[in-house]
C-alpha cells in the first residue's frame, strides 16, 4: 500500500523534475532565437527574393514568444506550489529565500524581459528591411499589407511575454 508521505515524495519529485526541465528550456529558447537570427539574418543579405523569407521572422518570433510566455507560466506556478509545500510543512527552503531575498525579488521577470526586448527588436528589425524593400521597389500597397501583418505579430509577442513584474510596475 502506497503511504501519503511516499506519494508526497514522488509528487515533490516530479514538481522539481518539471521546474528543471522549464528552467533548462530557457536555454533552448534562446539557442532556437539566435538560430532564426541567424539564418534570417543571411537570407536578408541576399540580393535575390530570397531576401523576402525574412518577411517570416517575426510571425516565427510571435510563436517563440508564445511557447516561451507559457513555459514561464508553468514555471511560476510551480514555484508557487513549492512555495506552498515549504509554508505546509514549516520547512524554510529555496523557494521561501527566493521570495524572501530583496536581491533576487529586484530581478524577477528578468528572463522573460531580456527575451521580449531581443524578440521586439529583431522583429522591428526583419520588419523595417522588408518594408523598405517593398517601398524602394514602388510595391507600396504589400509594403502596407506588410507593416499590418507584421505589426499583429509585434502585438502578439509582447502580450506573449509582456506579463512580467516590469509591465505591471509601468501600467
Same mark, same amino acid.
Given at each position: %500500500?502506497i503511504?501519503?508521505?511516499?506519494?508526497?515524495s514522488?509528487?515533490?519529485?516530479a514538481?522539481?523534475?518539471?521546474?528543471?526541465?522549464?528552467?533548462?528550456?530557457?536555454?533552448?529558447i534562446?539557442?532556437?532565437?539566435?538560430?532564426?537570427?541567424?539564418g534570417?539574418?543571411?537570407?536578408?543579405?541576399?540580393? &535575390?527574393?530570397?531576401?523576402?523569407?525574412?518577411v517570416?521572422?517575426?510571425?516565427?518570433?510571435?510563436c517563440?514568444?508564445?511557447?516561451?510566455?507559457?513555459?514561464?507560466?508553468v514555471?511560476?506556478?510551480?514555484?508557487?506550489?513549492?512555495?506552498?509545500?515549504?509554508?505546509?510543512?514549516?520547512?524554510?527552503?529555496?523557494?521561501t529565500?527566493?521570495?524572501?531575498?530583496?536581491?533576487?525579488t529586484? &530581478? &524577477?521577470?528578468?528572463?522573460?524581459?531580456?527575451?521580449? !526586448?531581443a524578440?521586439?527588436?529583431t522583429?522591428?528589425?526583419?520588419t523595417?528591411?522588408v518594408?523598405?524593400?517593398?517601398?524602394? %521597389?514602388?510595391?507600396?500597397?504589400?509594403?502596407?499589407?506588410?507593416?499590418?501583418v507584421?505589426?499583429?505579430?509585434?502585438?502578439?509577442?509582447?502580450?506573449?511575454?509582456?506579463? !512580467?513584474?516590469?509591465?505591471?510596475?509601468?501600467?
Amino acid at each position: %500500500m502506497i503511504t501519503a508521505e511516499h506519494y508526497a515524495s514522488k509528487d515533490i519529485d516530479a514538481v522539481l523534475a518539471e521546474k528543471r526541465d522549464k528552467l533548462n528550456a530557457r536555454l533552448q529558447i534562446w539557442s532556437l532565437l539566435l538560430a532564426l537570427i541567424s539564418g534570417f539574418g543571411i537570407a536578408s543579405v541576399q540580393s &535575390s527574393n530570397v531576401s523576402y523569407v525574412v518577411v517570416l521572422y517575426p510571425l516565427l518570433a510571435a510563436c517563440l514568444a508564445q511557447f516561451a510566455g507559457h513555459s514561464e507560466s508553468v514555471l511560476d506556478q510551480i514555484k508557487a506550489y513549492l512555495l506552498q509545500v515549504e509554508a505546509r510543512s514549516e520547512y524554510q527552503g529555496y523557494e521561501t529565500y527566493n521570495k524572501t531575498n530583496k536581491l533576487k525579488t529586484a &530581478s &524577477s521577470g528578468g528572463h522573460k524581459r531580456a527575451l521580449l !526586448t531581443a524578440l521586439l527588436i529583431t522583429e522591428l528589425l526583419a520588419t523595417a528591411v522588408v518594408v523598405s524593400r517593398l517601398i524602394e %521597389m514602388q510595391f507600396l500597397l504589400v509594403a502596407g499589407i506588410v507593416l499590418l501583418v507584421e505589426s499583429i505579430a509585434v502585438i502578439a509577442t509582447v502580450r506573449f511575454l509582456g506579463e !512580467t513584474k516590469w509591465t505591471k510596475q509601468r501600467k
